[in-house]
């Protein structure tokens, strides 16, 4: 199965999990406090690539906003998902070993309980499809 089928089917996952809890509560957004903690700088409060760094950037950052467009109106997930982990170079985020957002994504086995490396992979790869389904509903049509 290629690597995009395989992420979007995680991205769903996770839509179906971030949605609502009983009595109608929202559940805490993640995905959104990745994307303002580690994103926004560059490329805005609500995507569009104007964030507060913007004018210190030798290149502009992407509207993310319109990937959707961009691909025929099919969220491109899977690419997404190999910009934020690196294997995907994107200049201005810096070297695929240590991006602009540091080490926010990743961890060393023993840091926060994380006793195997299956741990610690499983929860980047949470915190990644969270971010990644917080910028697919930034989408405008």
């Known amino acids: ?23 109608g509560q929202v559940t805490s957004d993640r995905g959104k406090r990745l ?10 409060p609500k995507g569009k690539g104007d964030g507060p760094y913007r004018p210190y950037l030798t290149v ?22 190999e910009v934020i982990d690196g294997r995907w170079a994107v200049g201005a985020h810096g070297p695929r070993e ?14 926060k309980g994380l006793e195997s490396p299956s741990e ?13 389904e917080y910028i697919r509903r930034l989408q405008v049509p």
């Open 1 to 23: 199965m290629r690597l995009s089928t395989i992420v979007t089917v995680l991205v769903g996952l996770v839509m179906t999990s971030v949605g609502t809890v009983s009595h």
């Open 35 to 44: 994307y303002e903690a580690n994103c926004a700088i560059c490329h805005g």
């Open 60 to 81: 502009d950052p992407v509207d993310i906003t319109i990937l959707s467009r961009n691909h025929a109106g099919v969220f491109p997930a899977g690419h997404v998902y």
């Open 98 to 111: 240590m991006p602009i957002w540091g080490y926010g994504y990743g961890f060393e086995p023993g840091e």
């Open 120 to 132: 610690v992979e499983s929860v980047v790869r949470a915190r990644i499809l969270s971010l990644i």
